[in-house]
């Protein structure tokens, strides 16, 4: 039996590797998410600007408004969420004519300001075009923060006080419940970015194995090779050769899309001054020593291999399925109407996965992070934020492998039974009989 096994995982492999579609889309695939991680850098690389320097240029009128103006804009307690370093102001020495005449040949906003006896201060925003949503926020709220301390200087106001009213308000975060710290909330505001990049392959993988799985058994059932592979091997070893092989194709599909993310990760350290997929504000570093201080880093050395053995046993659970349901089918479209629920089902999990920060304190929420092939793309995320704990994950690590156990031991009946019946007609009583038999 060994030997068979060995063979047909083999022969099962080469299908899908040793060809020039395997290598041609990996190549592209490797290049693609390369260039996705370095997005910015391509675009600049094209003429574009995404993520370059900013040049505001300022025709100040009111000839003491320029220095307050710049200096609001570029604190960092004003651009919390936008990289000061990327913003240059300029005062002008020219008239708001010469610097329209001008604006198009270097790409800049030109920012007008104008004294005003009952308004104090009036302003103008020159663009070519379009300009980031959080960047024109952030001027208007410089303007406004400049028109305050002008109207406080006119009426005679200290420095020393005006300093105080411009100054940031010194806000402490008190949280009544014990278990919710900033470093869960830190850790929430990174999930909430990284964990749907991080799981999208994961979700892809599950729809490549069940369509594989699926066409390679009808395959070999539409051309009647299967009565020649089952008359030398038994149905048992065929059923977990197609089981181990389409694992170990989706596991090197998965290392593939892991070192092309890598090598991407790589480029972008050495080319790019931030190196950081976060949204501008967010210092990883910061938030990364957070999670240390308050022991959730610690945690995570039980966590990853949890998640891993979830993950490996949802991907053998899915490749069970999918070999049950194709033994019964003759065609791939008969099977593309079985598999559709199996989308569905993982799918839903994926949503469920990205919006379970909105499910907070639900015991709906936790029942589902139970259900197998709901369980690998839940329960991570839930875990991860502190929605479920150990003994969560391990409840939905046990279910999922009472399922494996039951599709192992009664799928293949139904296996035996389907892969040489050929006949469409009630497939569903067809399941029931092989299994009570």
Do not use: C
Request: glycine content about 6%; aromatic content about 8%.
């Amino acid at each position: 039996m060994g030997n068979k096994l060995k063979y047909l995982i083999g022969v099962s492999l080469n299908k899908k590797i040793k060809t020039k579609w395997f290598a041609i889309v990996n190549i592209i695939l490797v290049i693609v998410i390369i260039g996705l991680i370095n997005i910015d850098s391509v675009i600049n690389f094209f003429g574009g600007n995404f993520g370059g320097e900013t040049k505001i240029t300022v025709v100040d009128n009111t000839e003491q408004s320029f220095d307050i103006f710049a200096e609001t804009l570029q604190t960092d307690s004003v651009f919390d969420d936008f990289d000061t370093s990327k913003i240059e102001v300029i005062k002008s020495d020219k008239t708001e004519e010469e610097e329209i005449d001008a604006i198009k040949d270097n790409k800049r906003i030109v920012i007008i300001l104008n004294k005003d006896e009952e308004e104090v201060l009036t302003s103008k925003i020159i663009v070519e075009s379009n300009i980031e949503t959080i960047l024109q926020q952030k001027i208007i709220a410089a303007i406004n923060t400049t028109k305050s301390s002008l109207a406080m200087i006119e009426t005679n106001i200290k420095i020393e006080d005006l300093m105080k009213i411009n100054a940031p308000a010194s806000i402490e975060r008190i949280y009544l419940d014990e278990t919710k710290t900033e470093a869960s909330e830190n850790m929430r505001l990174v999930m909430s970015v990284v964990f749907p990049i991080v799981i999208l392959p994961f979700f892809m993988l599950i729809i490549i194995l069940v369509q594989m799985l699926g066409a390679e058994i009808n395959e070999e059932k539409t051309t009647r090779g299967m009565e020649i592979i089952i008359s030398n091997v038994s149905p048992r070893t065929h059923f977990l050769s197609k089981i181990i092989a389409s694992n170990i194709f989706v596991f090197l599909q998965g290392g593939i899309l892991l070192f092309s993310g890598m090598i991407g990760l790589l480029i972008r350290r050495t080319t790019n001054k931030s190196g950081s997929l976060l949204p501008e504000g967010i210092d990883l570093n910061a938030i990364w020593e957070q999670l240390i201080e308050s022991g959730f880093a610690e945690k995570m050395l039980y966590i990853i291999p949890l998640v891993i053995l979830l993950l490996f046993l949802s991907f053998l659970a899915y490749s069970l399925l999918a070999g049950i349901l194709a033994s019964m089918t003759t065609s791939m479209e008969d099977y593309q109407q079985l598999q559709t629920p199996i989308i569905f089902i993982s799918l839903a999990g994926y949503y469920l996965s990205m919006m379970a920060p909105l499910f907070e304190g639900s015991i709906f929420i936790r029942f589902i992070s139970y259900i197998p092939f709901l369980s690998a793309l839940l329960s991570p995320a839930l875990l991860l934020i502190g929605q479920i704990g150990i003994i969560d994950i391990t409840i939905s690590v046990t279910t999922l492998l009472l399922l494996i156990y039951l599709m192992s031991t009664y799928g293949l009946k139904i296996y035996k039974v389907g892969i040489l019946n050929y006949s469409t007609s009630k497939l569903w009583t067809k399941m029931y009989k092989a299994i009570k038999e």
